[in-house]
């Protein structure tokens, strides 16, 4: 079966860096989305890898290593605003977007 | 404005009910999405659609019917509401060829409860 992979909550401090990771097994790879959900609201895109490497926007970057089946995002100078859910999605062979559960972030002063 | 509407935010009705949510995009992308999202779970896709007068089958198709007449809208049924139907309802939109090579807009969803 096909799966994705992701920690259901992590903890981090304002002003500080966190990273959260992604994990995935598909039938076959054709790029990752990162989303951010803040609570009660819609899906908002993030980033997208399809080739490996690091992926640089603002205080948000995204890195993929297709051989290892993994990509991260990483938060820089976090803010308040930032704690929200973040949710990876791989686009198997097949063209379907398979969705992982989310990592809920909470961010503390 | 451009964007992706989905009416009504927030709805309430009874088991056995049918209810229609209404999902309309003005970027004119080929492709519609819907998904459930619930506690434990990542977006789960319901339907989809191509283009006008194309639509398939997702993860979760069951008792749920959709249409596409009009590039622009894409409503989804619950011919015959159940509990396990209570979620929250998101419509989604994308361009690109495969609607999967681009991100997907979302709007800001449909709370619905079946009682």
């Known amino acids: 079966g096909q799966n994705i992979d992701q920690p259901t909550e992590m903890t981090a401090t304002e002003g500080a860096i966190v990273q959260i990771n992604c994990t995935y097994q598909?039938?076959?790879?054709?790029?990752l989305f990162w989303y951010q959900q803040h609570a009660g609201e819609a899906p908002t895109f993030l980033s997208y890898n399809v080739l490996d490497g690091l992926e640089e926007k603002g205080r948000f970057s995204s890195f993929l290593s297709r051989s290892k089946g993994y990509s991260y995002l990483l938060l820089k100078e976090l803010q308040m605003k930032d704690s929200a859910s973040y949710l990876c999605a791989v686009v198997d062979s097949n063209y379907q977007l398979i969705w992982g559960a989310g990592t809920k972030l909470i961010i503390k002063p | 404005d451009a964007g992706i509407t989905q009416s009504p935010r927030y709805k309430i009705t009874e088991t056995g009910r049918q209810v229609t949510l209404m999902c309309h995009q003005t970027w004119s992308h080929s492709y519609m999405f819907w998904y459930r999202q619930d506690l434990g779970h990542g977006l789960r896709l319901i339907y989809y659609s191509a283009a006008a007068d194309i639509t398939d089958k997702g993860e979760v198709p069951d008792g749920y019917v959709v249409s596409r007449s009009k590039t622009e809208n894409f409503p989804l049924t619950l011919e015959s509401a159940t509990r396990s139907q209570t979620s929250v309802y998101f419509c989604a939109s994308s361009g690109g060829e495969t609607g999967r090579d681009q991100p997907q807009h979302f709007g800001d969803g449909t709370r619905l409860s079946i009682l």
């Open positions: 598909t039938s076959g790879f054709n790029g």
